[in-house]
């Protein structure tokens, strides 16, 4: 009796896994708060997307006022004043600069690629890649610590989840993981509701505990008596709080995600793809507006937090240990209300790492792929959603689930981009002739450069967790260009008229090509080359040729679209000339071309190259050139499995 073969499972598993797999570039394939862009002129009213952006920017006063009080002591609110001063004249500018220069949500990542070519370009890009995967995961990683830090001192939870600190952390990051493996739709309405919910809360919070230091004048008193005796006057206080400042770094997050939503942002109906004027204008009301929310905020919490809460609370072990705002709320508001609050933080800080699980899942495709470094699973979600869950359980368990071990390597992170930013628009204002604006961010790089080393030195957490990132990101990406060299990565191919004319009139012939790497080009190069290949080969005289030149690029790139343009030199040679970064790659792309455009099948002859085959080898990976006639015949291999319907590669 004849059976039905069923499947096995792991091609069920792999299908699933694999699903939406799609190529850097094309749309589809990834989930999330901000991965996908709206239809242009569609979108949403830029207050809407400023909700998505604060899930990430916002969340951070669930912890922000306890690391500013562990770090500055009783300075904490002259240190947050600093703070919000860099803010507003630093952090805001630069990025009102990146939305102008990269409206489509490419960031400052993409404006310093802009700047740098070949290798170099490459290996600075994967580093700033390192760092904002620190940035992106240490999110997800402390903003679920300091939910599970929220649930655990919870009066009414504390005695049943005493000591779970981090199977509840390693719960909500696999949640987080599981959700993303089912798919994660736009969420910007949760957003709003989220973050309208959350800052409301907060408003109640900071009105109370303005009421309680007003109506208790000696807290005051005490708060300034007690930072003389420790300072003496006020210039060492500032200058004290400069120093400490650069613990304070997390205030500054939230910058680059807004940014990264930038395409969800409705615009002007006169925008156009090119020139998004609307976008960029509502994205710099979008910026100016969170920062200026989030400095009143961090002002004001850092101030009734410091003068209300006592000082052993804010250490390890203390009550107010990573939630300082929310023993606040239970203090002078009660449990009720304080619970409230605990569910409402609870559920911001978690969606601050959906809205960071989506921004890896949007930044390595961007990037990777069309670098040729990174493996085929790596377009789809799935896969690099497991990838990035388990790197999250990796980071959590080396941490010990500690929001405040955690606060150095994640201020690492957003650091660098910050820095790498305020150096982009530098250039870009230096390029653009504004001798102002160039003195301006110039001054504002160095301000971010210092506060990048000395939360290095005193923290370097964030260095090692972002060097082992980028050791990592370089790793996958040189094995997976190595695995990939002999792909066709020519995305398309173009001939202009005389290139086409040429191709028609060889397509009622054997058509026969001569692979030559243009030298002097002038008549003796040509005509020598024709009488070696047919020696060579052993042709009659009376065959037919035609030159094909590849003049290499950016080696470093490695898929690009292909134009090809013939000309006739000296009267008499047909010469075939085109640019690619890579030359094997680029004759099989144009052999393949013409012979699907004439159904012929075209011959092509190299001479070998002389020199150490693995030298040669190196020549071709790094620079596009080397041992090009085995390397031509194995990229059309892998391109054409049918011998005979695959080009003829001779050489002699």
């Not at 009080?69 to 630069?94: E, W």
């Not at 072990?317 to 508001?333: E, F, I, K, S, T």
């Not at 653009?432 to 030195?457: D, H, M, P």
Request: charged fraction near 20%; hydrophobic fraction near 50%; glycine fraction near 8%.
């Amino acid at each position: 009796m004849a059976t039905t073969e069923r499947p096995p499972s792991t091609s069920r598993l792999r299908t699933w896994m694999l699903e939406g797999l799609s190529d850097m570039g094309k749309g589809g394939g990834h989930t999330g708060p901000h991965a996908e862009p709206e239809p242009p002129h569609q979108g949403q009213r830029w207050w809407r997307v400023m909700c998505l952006t604060g899930v990430d920017y916002f969340s951070t006063l669930g912890y922000q006022p306890g690391i500013a009080a562990l770090a500055a002591g009783l300075l904490s609110p002259v240190a947050t004043v600093v703070l919000v001063v860099v803010t507003l004249a630093g952090a805001l500018p630069v990025y009102r600069r990146v939305a102008e220069e990269s409206p489509h949500g490419e960031g400052s990542i993409a404006m310093l690629e802009r700047l740098l070519s070949f290798w170099q370009g490459k290996l600075f890009v994967l580093t700033l890649l390192g760092f904002a995967a620190t940035d992106f995961l240490i999110t997800i990683t402390l903003s679920a610590a300091d939910a599970s830090t929220h649930l655990v001192e919870n009066p009414h939870l504390s005695e049943a989840l005493h000591g779970q600190q981090m199977l509840i952390t390693l719960f909500l990051v696999a949640l987080l993981g599981a959700v993303f493996l089912k798919g994660f739709l736009e969420a910007i309405g949760v957003a709003v509701a989220l973050v309208g919910v959350y800052l409301a809360l907060n408003l109640v919070v900071v009105i109370t505990g303005l009421w309680h230091v007003v109506t208790a004048g000696h807290v005051i008193t005490d708060w300034s008596s007690a930072l003389t005796t420790q300072h003496g006057n006020v210039f060492a206080m500032i200058g004290v709080a400069l120093i400490v400042f650069p613990k304070l770094a997390l205030g500054l997050s939230g910058f680059e995600t807004g940014v990264a939503v930038m395409p969800h942002v409705k615009g002007g109906p006169d925008d156009t793809e090119q020139r998004p004027a609307g976008r960029i204008r509502d994205t710099k009301k979008l910026l100016t507006t969170a920062a200026l929310i989030m400095s009143c905020f961090l002002i004001a919490t850092s101030f009734i937090t410091t003068l209300l809460i006592p000082e052993k609370e804010f250490e390890e072990g203390g009550d107010a240990n990573g939630r300082a705002l929310a023993y606040l709320a239970h203090a002078y508001l009660g449990n009720a209300f304080g619970t409230v609050y605990d569910v409402s933080t609870i559920a911001i800080l978690w969606f601050a790492g959906a809205s960071a699980m989506a921004g890896l899942l949007n930044l390595m495709p961007r990037y990777l792929p069309r670098y040729g470094m990174a493996p085929h699973w790596a377009r789809a979600v799935r896969p690099m959603v497991i990838v990035f869950t388990l790197v999250a359980f990796l980071v959590t368990w080396i941490f010990d689930a500690d929001v405040d071990q955690q606060g150095g390597a994640y201020a690492t992170g957003v650091l660098v981009l910050i820095s790498s930013a305020a150096i982009a628009v530098t250039i870009a204002a230096r390029k653009a002739g504004q001798r102002g604006w160039t003195l301006t961010f110039a001054v504002i790089s160095a301000v971010f450069l210092y506060t990048t080393v000395v939360n290095v030195i005193e923290r370097p957490d964030g260095v090692k967790i972002g060097a082992c990132f980028i050791a990592g990101i370089m790793l996958v990406s040189l094995l997976s260009r190595l695995a990939r060299a002999f792909e066709l990565r020519v995305t398309s191919v173009s001939l202009d008229p005389l290139a086409e004319r040429f191709i028609r009139d060889m397509a009622s012939r054997k058509m026969r090509f001569i692979a030559n790497e243009p030298d002097r080009r002038d008549k003796a190069e040509y005509r020598d080359k024709i009488e070696q290949i047919r020696a060579d080969n052993d042709l009659p005289e009376q065959e037919d040729f035609v030159f094909v030149e590849v003049t290499v690029t950016d080696p470093s790139e490695f898929e690009a679209g292909l134009t090809v343009r013939g000309e006739v030199l000296h009267d008499r040679y047909r010469v075939l000339t085109l640019e690619s970064a890579s030359i094997p790659n680029a004759l099989a792309a144009l052999l393949l071309h013409i012979r699907d455009a004439t159904g012929r099948t075209p011959h092509i002859y190299f001479e070998w190259t002389e020199g150490n085959p693995f030298a040669n080898f190196l020549r071709f990976f790094l620079f596009g050139q080397g041992e090009v006639a085995p390397v031509t015949r194995e990229v059309l291999r892998e391109a054409e499995p049918d011998r005979e319907r695959r080009p003829r590669v001779h050489a002699g």
